[in-house]
């Protein structure tokens, strides 16, 4: 292997919003994602882009170099928020919301 390793594409998180959506939503989040995939050099290809899918933190499927992959957006990483409701400032751990993806392996078979 030459050259810096690539992070495996689980492995990019687009944090897009914080403790509420970003204002873009989910597909401000998928084009974001996408964006730091093709920037870490991997060749993105969208099929058919972003969609909305109601109830689901699915928002696209794509390929990436061979492999399938669904693009997800919803509270996902970890963060803190400060807390006064006690008068004495505190910081309390709370989920954020990003975008990530994860191999579709519907129909996977390792040949």
Known sequence: MTGPRRPDPVE???????IFPDFGGSERAYQVWVHMTQKAGWDVIE????RQIA???ECGALIIEGLSYRVHYGLHVRTDMAD??????AWKPVLAYAAWVEPDLEGYVLE
């Not at 990019?12 to 914080?18: E, L």
């Not at 006064?84 to 400032?89: C, E, I, N, Q, T």
């Open 84 to 89: 006064d409701k006690s008068g004495r400032l």
């Open 47 to 50: 099929e058919p882009g972003y």
């Open 12 to 18: 990019i998180i687009a944090r897009v919003g914080g």
């Open 55 to 57: 109830g689901s933190t």
